[in-house]
């Protein structure tokens, strides 16, 4: 098993604007997300997601908005689907997309250079005309205690943009931490016809992670309250992590549980967390198959997505509820009762000087733990109570137990516990 890790951040926005006055013309620089990370050797960040983000001042308004994160392995595809509301005439606004550089990555980021290294197929389309766009490798705000309302990189009317010479000699001149002194701005020009105008913006970034987590996303929703009618109108969201996953959201911009549809099959509860600090208080979602959606009208957010998910060995960490005196195996076992984990062959002996020894009826557990993801029903009395007693267990009258209807990691997990 891979233990990669990092600790956790979270991510204000901090939207940084230019405006200049004019009867027809206005340039405006919308910036989607400026993160304040703080730095560790223990894991990776790679980005984050955005919104676009109007000066206070624009008589622009969001009347509707769908954003829609669909998880493809280990990155994330983004559709952000925009309703604006121009009330007077014709504008060209200069819009810019502002992804943060990551820390602790494998990846040269100068291999793609000028482009993001963890962000792929950025596109933008208005009122269905591509729009094309540049990019711009800027100060990096995380390093930079100016007034954050205007951007110290856009100055007397373009964005000043470092050559990559200049970061060398910056990277020489001072010890960073493990990442870069600039951000990125993907910046374009957009005309806004009076009346409704409709942006799609479409990109990819991959996931990261921290110690004992499997995956953490962040994504900034407060943004949107910069714009006129300081709201969206109409918000939907829709998560769609993949079949028989679990993951939390800590709950920062809605209620309750009640607030979430579930799109298929699966199960939401309330989550309390103790010990990892990406997500504490929220909702864990144990998705059999389908998604999730989040829906409200004049949403006013006052709080940022957040998405993550903790890996089985957390649990001989961050053991809760009287485990301290268990052994390992018990805790791993129990472990494998609070959400769906993914299915990794070594998880026993890539960790432990010694491998653990399972019991006879443990190792049925986890030799049938594929079939159980699948929801199919035991014969066996003890199998049957013990996937019950799951978090995440739901019953699948259709699946008979096929080998078949597995998948090439969940056959070589069966054939590594039948051993």
Known sequence: MDFRGKRANDYPDRAILKFRSAKTVTIVLLC?????CAYANDGVFYAAGNQLIPITETDISIKKEVLTINRAGDHLEVTVCYEFFNPVGEKELLVGFEAVSPYNSNIDPFAMFPNHPHMRNFKVTMNGEPLSFDIALVENIRYNNKDNSVPQYYVNGH?????????????????????????????????????????????????????GEEFYFPYVLTAANRWANRQIDDFTLNINMGDRESFRIKQTFFNSTGDWTINGTGMVTDCHWEGWDTVQNGVIFHIHKGGISFHKQNFHPDGELT???DELI?????SRNGEQDLSTEEKLINGIKTQYFALDTLFVTGFFEEAPRFSPIQCRILRNLPFAYHGYKFK????????????WYIRNPEYKGETEALSEKEKAWVKFWSK
């Open 380 to 391: 066996d009395k003890k199998l049957q109570h013990f996937f019950e007693s799951t978090k």
């Open 307 to 309: 998405v993550a998910k």
């Open 314 to 318: 957390t649990t001989l960490w961050n």
């Open 32 to 36: 989607c997300l400026s993160a304040v």
């Open 159 to 211: 964005i000043e943009n470092w050559t990559k010479q200049r970061i060398e000699d910056s990277l020489a001149a001072w010890d960073y931490p493990p990442g870069l002194p600039v951000d990125y701005v993907y910046h374009f020009k957009a005309k806004f016809r009076p009346g409704l105008n409709i942006v799609q913006h479409t990109y990819e970034y991959d996931l990261s992670f921290t110690i």
